[in-house]
């Protein structure tokens, strides 16, 4: 009984429903953040499905990925290429920068134009990456906007916040159609207000800007990461369970000196054991008795005659 009232102590102290408390916030805590980082991982996947899906496909009309020009694009249509036919604003008023984009660890901008289709359908397209002016903030010689009627294929992409600052003329922060729009004076009513178009091939093809790289579809580090957690929460349990048995065997030791004092107390009390002489073993050298002369013998008996 004993035995069985220590180790309830032990299971309900305070230091033991402590530690269950903070094991269960610590564990929840790892559990939460490997849900969250499964969360980043699934969505990496699903964006990859779509770019695997439709970045290779055969272009379509506009109407077929957007059929209202002022709803946003469908998540499923993102990176679809469509094709369109009409013309470039070529007045350089109408031509955008977009500033802090990198081409292979190189800062420059996009050059953004709207292009007006045959159906009065404006949408802004970026025609590629153009390098940035030696010392200074603005974009260098660009290739120039063709003239006249003209067939593209742009990949369809949402369009993107609006950032609150000041842009320099001439530039932009973002891709916002609506934004890009009213900084060129555009009229709206026929805008494709919530997507632009990455330009892929123009018909005549004629010069462009860099064209920009294709996106990165790997998967990220964020499944790796979700088990990392996950096996980090199971190691707050395993060291209060730890800490539980050590203190049952510390119980257990303490019955077994009550059981049998005696023993217990000649085992700790016992003197260590004297060590014993030093045998030599090493091998030794008879010694020989060494052979009396005739002189000795003779000192010898004149010795004994003058004994009385």
Do not use: K
């Amino acid at each position: 009984m004993r035995g069985r009232s220590a180790r309830r102590e032990i299971l309900f102290s305070r230091e033991t429903l402590l530690g269950l408390v903070a094991v269960l916030v610590l564990a929840g805590v790892c559990v939460l953040l490997g849900l969250w980082q499964y969360g980043r991982y699934e969505d990496r996947r699903d964006e990859a499905a779509v770019v695997e899906t439709n970045y290779e496909a055969d272009p379509v009309a506009l109407d077929a990925v957007l059929p209202d020009r002022q709803e946003p694009l469908p998540a499923e249509h993102t990176w679809a290429p469509v094709t369109l036919e009409g013309s470039y604003c070529s007045d350089p008023d109408c031509v955008l920068y977009v500033r802090n984009r990198q081409l292979s660890g190189e800062v420059g901008f996009w050059q953004l134009v709207p292009f007006r289709a045959e159906d009065g359908t404006t949408l802004q397209v970026v025609r590629g990456w153009v390098p940035q002016a030696t010392g200074g903030s603005a974009p260098d010689e660009s290739a120039a906007i063709p003239d006249g009627d003209l067939t593209i294929t742009v990949r369809m992409r949402h369009a993107e916040p609006v950032l609150d600052r000041e842009p320099p003329p001439g530039q932009t922060h973002s891709v916002n159609p609506r934004q890009s729009a009213g900084l060129v004076g555009l009229d709206d009513s026929e805008l494709v207000a919530q997507a632009y178009g990455e330009l892929a091939a123009e018909d005549p093809a004629g010069p462009r800007p860099a064209a920009l790289p294709s996106p990165d579809t790997s998967l990220g580090p964020h499944l790796s990461y979700a088990f990392q957690w996950w096996i980090f929460a199971l190691f707050f349990p395993g060291a209060l369970i730890y800490r539980t048995r050590r203190l049952f065997q510390d119980v257990a030791e303490d019955e077994r000196r009550q059981q049998d004092p005696e023993r217990a107390e000649t085992a700790d009390t016992a003197p260590a054991p004297r060590p014993g002489p030093t045998i030599d073993h090493r091998p030794r050298r008879a010694v020989r008795a060494r052979r009396r002369g005739h002189d000795e013998e003779e000192e010898d008996a004149l010795i004994d005659q003058q004994t009385p």
